[in-house]
C-alpha cells in the first residue's frame, strides 16, 4: 500500500502538468505572433524593429529593403515592453548575427504597467523553449498575477466557450504550415516580414481616441532597466541600436503639446547621456532646425502630420503613409 501511494503522488502531478499544458496550447488561439517567430526561425535578415502598434503598422521591411537594401522583420506588437523586446533581440541573435535593432519608443509606454490580458503573453506563448525563454518566465511571469505564473491559460479562459473550433483549428493545414492569408480582412493585412498594413477604410472620419500620454510623474523604472539591459546586450554583441519615437498627427501633437514635448526633451537627453543614437519624429524637422522637406532634401518620401495620414489620433498610419515615412526613416537611418 505505501508503495501504491508513493506512486500515485508522481503520477497524479503528470497527469496535472500535462493537463496544464494542453490547455495552453489548445486554447490559446493561432496569431500573426507564432508566425513571426517562424520568420525570425528561418529568414535570412540583419535588422530587427521592436516596439508597440505604432512601429507595427508604421515601418514597413519592404520599403526598408527597397531603399538601403535593409533585411528586417518587424516584430514590433502591441503591449510590447522593454522586457519583451530585449528578450526577442536575444532569441533573433540566436538565429542570426544582427547589423541593427530599431527600437522604438512608445512614451506612454515607460508609464504604464502592462496589462495582464491575453496580449501580456502573446510572445511568451510562442517563444521557443531554450534557456533564453527560461529568463524570460523568470522576469516576465513570474511578476505576474499569481495564478498566470503556473496557468498561463487562466490569462485566456475565456477561449473555453470556442473550444471546438480552437480543436479544429490546430489540426489544420493553415495551423501547422504558419498561413497568414487568415490575418488579412477589410481592414488590414499582415505580411510575412511581421508588418501590418492599414487600410483606408476609415479615412476622413471622425476619431475620439484619447491618445495615452507621457506623464514624467509615473515613470516605470523598468522600462529603463531592460531598455538599457538591451543596449548593453547589442553593445556587447557588436549590433547597432537605433531608437526611433513615430510621428503623430500634429492636432494630437497641439492638442497635448506640454507632454510630448517633455518626453521629447526626456528621451532625447536620456539618449544623449547613454550615447545611443536617436531618432525623434515628434518634432518639426526630426531633431534638425529644418523643416521637413529641407531636412530631407525633396527626395524622398515624407513625414506624415496631416490627420488624414492616421487611422486616429494615437498615430497609427495607414499603408501608403507608412510606405512614405519609412522612405525618410531609411534616409536617416542608413543616409
Same mark, same amino acid.
Given at each position: 500500500?505505501?508503495?501504491?501511494?508513493?506512486?500515485?503522488?508522481?503520477?497524479?502531478?503528470?497527469?496535472?502538468?500535462?493537463?496544464?499544458?494542453?490547455?495552453?496550447?489548445?486554447?490559446?488561439?493561432?496569431?500573426?505572433?507564432?508566425?513571426?517567430?517562424?520568420?525570425?526561425?528561418?529568414?535570412?535578415?540583419?535588422?530587427?524593429?521592436?516596439?508597440?502598434?505604432?512601429?507595427?503598422?508604421?515601418?514597413?521591411?519592404?520599403?526598408?529593403?527597397?531603399?538601403?537594401?535593409?533585411?528586417?522583420?518587424?516584430?514590433?506588437?502591441?503591449?510590447?515592453?522593454?522586457?519583451?523586446?530585449?528578450?526577442?533581440?536575444?532569441?533573433?541573435?540566436?538565429?542570426?548575427?544582427?547589423?541593427?535593432?530599431?527600437?522604438?519608443?512608445?512614451?506612454?509606454?515607460?508609464?504604464?504597467?502592462?496589462?495582464?490580458?491575453?496580449?501580456?503573453?502573446?510572445?511568451?506563448?510562442?517563444?521557443?523553449?531554450?534557456?533564453?525563454? =527560461?529568463? @524570460?518566465?523568470? *522576469?516576465?511571469?513570474?511578476?505576474?498575477?499569481?495564478?498566470? %505564473?503556473?496557468?498561463?491559460?487562466?490569462?485566456? #479562459?475565456?477561449?473555453?466557450?470556442?473550444?471546438?473550433?480552437?480543436?479544429?483549428?490546430?489540426?489544420?493545414?493553415?495551423?501547422?504550415?504558419?498561413?497568414?492569408?487568415?490575418?488579412?480582412?477589410?481592414?488590414?493585412?499582415?505580411?510575412?516580414?511581421?508588418?501590418?498594413?492599414?487600410?483606408?477604410?476609415?479615412?476622413?472620419?471622425?476619431?475620439?481616441?484619447?491618445?495615452?500620454?507621457?506623464?514624467?510623474?509615473?515613470?516605470?523604472?523598468?522600462?529603463?532597466?531592460?531598455?538599457?539591459?538591451?543596449?548593453?546586450?547589442?553593445?556587447?554583441?557588436?549590433?547597432?541600436?537605433?531608437?526611433?519615437?513615430?510621428?503623430?498627427?500634429?492636432?494630437?501633437?497641439?492638442?497635448?503639446?506640454?507632454?510630448?514635448?517633455?518626453?521629447?526633451?526626456?528621451?532625447?537627453?536620456?539618449?544623449?547621456?547613454?550615447?545611443?543614437?536617436? =531618432?525623434? @519624429?515628434?518634432? *518639426?524637422?526630426?531633431?534638425?532646425?529644418?523643416?521637413?522637406? %529641407?531636412?530631407?532634401?525633396?527626395?524622398?518620401? #515624407?513625414?506624415?502630420?496631416?490627420?488624414?495620414?492616421?487611422?486616429?489620433?494615437?498615430?497609427?498610419?495607414?499603408?501608403?503613409?507608412?510606405?512614405?515615412?519609412?522612405?525618410?526613416?531609411?534616409?536617416?537611418?542608413?543616409?
Amino acid at each position: 500500500m505505501h508503495k501504491v501511494r508513493k506512486c500515485i503522488l508522481p503520477a497524479v502531478l503528470i497527469v496535472f502538468l500535462s493537463a496544464n499544458v494542453l490547455l495552453s496550447h489548445i486554447l490559446y488561439p493561432y496569431t500573426y505572433t507564432r508566425a513571426m517567430f517562424r520568420e525570425m526561425q528561418t529568414a535570412d535578415y540583419d535588422t530587427l524593429i521592436v516596439g508597440g502598434s505604432h512601429s507595427k503598422c508604421g515601418i514597413d521591411p519592404s520599403v526598408l529593403k527597397s531603399e538601403k537594401g535593409v533585411l528586417a522583420i518587424n516584430a514590433a506588437q502591441g503591449g510590447e515592453h522593454t522586457l519583451d523586446m530585449y528578450y526577442l533581440v536575444r532569441e533573433a541573435e540566436k538565429n542570426v548575427h544582427l547589423k541593427y535593432v530599431i527600437c522604438e519608443i512608445d512614451p506612454s509606454y515607460w508609464v504604464d504597467e502592462p496589462n495582464q490580458t491575453q496580449e501580456y503573453v502573446a510572445l511568451y506563448h510562442e517563444f521557443p523553449w531554450s534557456t533564453v525563454k =527560461i529568463g @524570460y518566465f523568470y *522576469d516576465k511571469m513570474l511578476r505576474a498575477d499569481f495564478r498566470t %505564473a503556473p496557468f498561463e491559460w487562466y490569462l485566456y #479562459r475565456q477561449q473555453v466557450a470556442h473550444l471546438p473550433e480552437l480543436i479544429r483549428e490546430k489540426k489544420s493545414e493553415e495551423y501547422r504550415n504558419f498561413d497568414i492569408s487568415c490575418f488579412t480582412d477589410e481592414v488590414q493585412s499582415y505580411h510575412r516580414d511581421g508588418f501590418i498594413a492599414r487600410f483606408r477604410v476609415d479615412a476622413g472620419t471622425t476619431r475620439e481616441d484619447v491618445p495615452a500620454l507621457w506623464n514624467r510623474g509615473n515613470y516605470n523604472k523598468d522600462e529603463q532597466k531592460y531598455f538599457e539591459k538591451l543596449a548593453e546586450f547589442c553593445e556587447k554583441s557588436g549590433i547597432e541600436l537605433v531608437t526611433v519615437i513615430t510621428p503623430i498627427p500634429d492636432t494630437t501633437y497641439e492638442a497635448y503639446r506640454d507632454a510630448y514635448d517633455d518626453a521629447s526633451a526626456f528621451f532625447e537627453e536620456y539618449m544623449a547621456k547613454r550615447g545611443i543614437r536617436m =531618432i525623434n @519624429y515628434l518634432r *518639426d524637422g526630426r531633431n534638425t532646425g529644418q523643416s521637413d522637406d %529641407a531636412a530631407i532634401g525633396n527626395t524622398a518620401g #515624407r513625414v506624415p502630420r496631416d490627420p488624414d495620414d492616421f487611422c486616429d489620433n494615437e498615430g497609427h498610419m495607414f499603408e501608403d503613409t507608412a510606405a512614405e515615412f519609412t522612405k525618410v526613416l531609411a534616409e536617416d537611418f542608413i543616409g
